[in-house]
């Protein structure tokens, strides 16, 4: 099994860095492979909305990143995006990168699991983690959750390292991701995927 764990601070030591490394610990405690992606010290430029992805089935655009993750994304079992919060949302450059991303992939992602967590100095961090999500929870992909808000406290690289409760959360979070991931994979041999119904598409205004 293989999660891959997306760090979208421009800090590739900090504490966002440090939140995700307390999950690859446990994951690979419970025999589950990770790769890390750094995305937040990256140049990478936001959707234009031209629907080329739709003819592609990937992004038009060749900065490598966005079409890379997703190859990597339609043979993992899970996704974790780390974020810092900057202005009480996801930082920019990780903004750009996931719309990019879940836009124009074409792979299948129903029952992967996905988590987000998110790292501040003091405020803003549910509402940030409210944005990651919603990627998830419009791809089919169930949320796993931990003892408390996925959430570690830090401002200068290291201070997460001082957050006890912020450490016990994420180790918790990759643990709840991998019993999912693991009753998922043992039970694809019995239980069917649900059939989705037939699609339909209306916007507002009619
Ligand atoms: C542009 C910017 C905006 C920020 N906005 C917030 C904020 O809204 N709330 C907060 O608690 N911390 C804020 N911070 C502080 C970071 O969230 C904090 O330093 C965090 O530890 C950075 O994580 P990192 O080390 O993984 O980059 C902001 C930092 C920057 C650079």
Redo the contacts with the bound molecule.
């Keep these: 099994m293989k999660v891959l764990l997306i760090n979208g ?3 590739v030591h ?4 440090f939140a995700l490394e307390q999950m690859a610990q446990v994951f690979a405690e419970l025999g589950i492979e990770t790769e890390t992606i750094q995305v937040g010290n990256q140049l990478i430029r936001g959707c234009q909305g031209c629907g080329g992805c739709y003819k592609l089935g990937k992004c038009v655009f060749h900065d490598d990143i966005v079409n890379e993750t997703a190859e990597k994304l339609a043979h993992a079992d899970g996704m974790v995006v780390g974020s ?5 949302s996801p930082n920019g450059t990780l903004i750009s990168f996931l719309d990019r991303l879940f836009y124009s992939n074409s792979a299948d992602l129903r029952m992967k699991v996905g988590a987000s967590i998110v ?6 961090t549910t509402a940030a983690m409210d944005v990651l999500n919603k990627y998830f929870t419009i791809s089919q992909m169930p949320v796993a959750s931990s003892s408390y808000w996925n959430i570690i406290h ?4 290291g ?2 390292t001082q957050d006890p409760e912020g450490i016990r959360t994420m180790r918790n979070l990759a643990k709840n991701m991998a019993f999912m991931m693991k009753a998922f994979e043992a039970a694809k041999d019995t239980v069917e995927l649900p059939a989705p119904d037939p699609k339909v598409f209306t916007n507002f205004i009619r």
């Design positions: 601070s421009p800090r900090g504490n966002t860095a810092p919060v900057y202005y009480a790292c501040a100095r003091r405020g803003g830090g401002g200068k690289p201070e997460a």
